[in-house]
């Protein structure tokens, strides 16, 4: 017998886990969404996600279901999308993976609700624009660079999803730093 409470206690540290938030954080944004969520309901819906050879498992893969579908609601997305964006648009230029982690955070929220964030402009900000350290011009002729970091780690790729160091790039021919 599924315990669902402990699905979506589960569900709501996994995602204050993964996306940075503190568990009161993601409890406010299920409990202010504009579209409320029925919890209990979305895990009996994902009953065929409880499988797994131990209960842990099995817990932790109705958890995964179970986030999901709130990261799909347009409440939960329009409250927590915008810290994501914050945290983007105050990125301290120290650690060019944090930059790329908050991305891939804000991105995977918005192709869990397509209709209501076609892009990152949704939440003002310019994929062309991200806050980096000064690309240097030489640089900036041999590749696509999104942002540097201070150590000169960049983000480069037609996705902005690689990383590659300023000095890889001088040394790659021109326009290969995917």
Known sequence: MIDNGIVIEKAIWRIADEYGFDVRTVEDAINFSEVPLD???????????????????????????????????????????????????????????????DLKKVITIMELNPDDYPGLQKCSIDPKDLPSEKIPDDIKEKC????????????????ANKLMHIDDIRKAASGNCS
């Open 144 to 159: 696509q660079v999104w942002a540097m970091d201070k150590k000169g780690m960049c983000l480069v790729g037609i996705d």
């Open 39 to 101: 919890l209990e309901k979305l895990v009996g819906e994902g009953i065929f996600c409880f499988r797994g050879p131990s209960e842990n498992v099995k817990y932790d893969n109705a958890s995964i279901c179970l986030s999901n579908k709130i990261l799909a609601n347009k409440g939960v997305a329009q409250i927590l999308i915008p810290l994501i964006c914050n945290r983007i648009r105050n990125w301290d230029h120290e650690d060019i993976e944090v930059l790329l982690s």
